[in-house]
């Protein structure tokens, strides 16, 4: 054989297992599973599975928590903890690799974040409208909210506060009231349970203001009346003061009157001085709220106005008077009436209203016969009506009477009286006429 021969013969020898010889193909790991998420503090979660059996074996595992904000962590052992979370739902998921290539992922694991109450929650330091809680402070939280209830359980929610650490106060309370309170993580956010409630009960507060304050007055004395508070501030209401003062603000307490009833009299007070009068109630924690001041004005009630008379006109009735005898320089008003009869309790037909000491009522009929009374009105109030006066309808005179006629030289002197009804007017003339017979002519 020659050379060339031998040498490719030995070149086909060699090269024939190299044909006949397949590369292996990379073994990945397969994907982890028995995947558990717990959260392990309020940012943070802890991760574990199963290991993975591979050839070649696996160096790392990944561990990946999709939220916001997303995190990692990569271990060589089956477990770890991915931290700087925030709040809400993560999707956790695990990959292992090994020298030829990473798994695909595990199959996700879900995980809300649910911290834990703080412990050690307690309620005291009550006012009359608000409980204060305090606890023992988690880390890692950086807000917690309490919340008051109306009952040990199911309940109401009557109010809530915030805050980033023990304690805190919840206001807006009624007094005297019983209240359940827990408190719970706010902040990292997230399914947080409320511990369980603890009770309180608000302290014993002062009425509120005293309502729909009204006053009268009288000769030296002023009569305060209201209703009572909205609220008694949890204890029963012991008593009222009604207070006069001698301004509208500040000023100094003149006379004052107490009372468990709703109205009572501030007496001696001076008669045509203004003072200003607040009420305010008590119960067992002592004085309330003062209502706000009104202002009042004291004085005797004047007597009937003197004198009163009355002339007709053409459907119109003038009215005169003088001033009452007692109080007269209280008077601010004085009012004329009209009625069909001589009874108060007869309806009012017409009426005039004046300062001074006369005043026309007008719109009347002139065939009918009026009867006319005035009052006069103070600061105090109204003071009786005068007698009446009879205002005679309005029709002819009667005739004259007692007439005489004495004969002179060409003229004849005549003399009369007046008729005995005037027909409800002022004779205004009379017509004297001469005859030549005594009747007809």
Known sequence: MSWRRRVIAIAAACALPLALSTPAEAAVPSAPTDVTATSSTPTSITVSWAAVTAAPAVTSYTV????TPSGTCTTSSTACVITSLGSGSYSVTVTATN?????VASTPVSRTFAIPPPTGLAVGSPTSSSLTASWTDVSGVTSYTVTAYS???DGSTVATCTSSASPCTVTGLSPNTQYWLTVKVAAPAGTNPDSARVTGTTSTGVPSAPQSVSTTVSNGAITARWSAPSSNGGSAITG?????WSAESGGSVVDFCETTSTSCQITPLTNGTTYYVAVYATNTAGDGTSSSRISATPGGSPT???SVSATRGDGTIAVEWQAPATDASSVTSYTAQVRGSASSSAAVIGSCTATGLACTVSGLD???TY???????SSSGNSSSSSFVTVSRLGAPTAPRDVVATAGNGFAAVSWRAPLDA???TIQRYVVSAYRAAEGG
């Open 423 to 425: 027909g409800g007017s």
């Open 151 to 153: 009952a040990a359980t």
């Open 366 to 368: 002139n065939g009918t």
């Open 240 to 244: 009222y003061r009604a207070q006069a």
């Open 64 to 67: 990946t928590a999709t939220g």
């Open 304 to 306: 009937a106005p003197r």
């Open 371 to 377: 009867y006319v009374s005035v009052f006069a009105t």
């Open 99 to 103: 020298t030829d290539g990473t798994s």
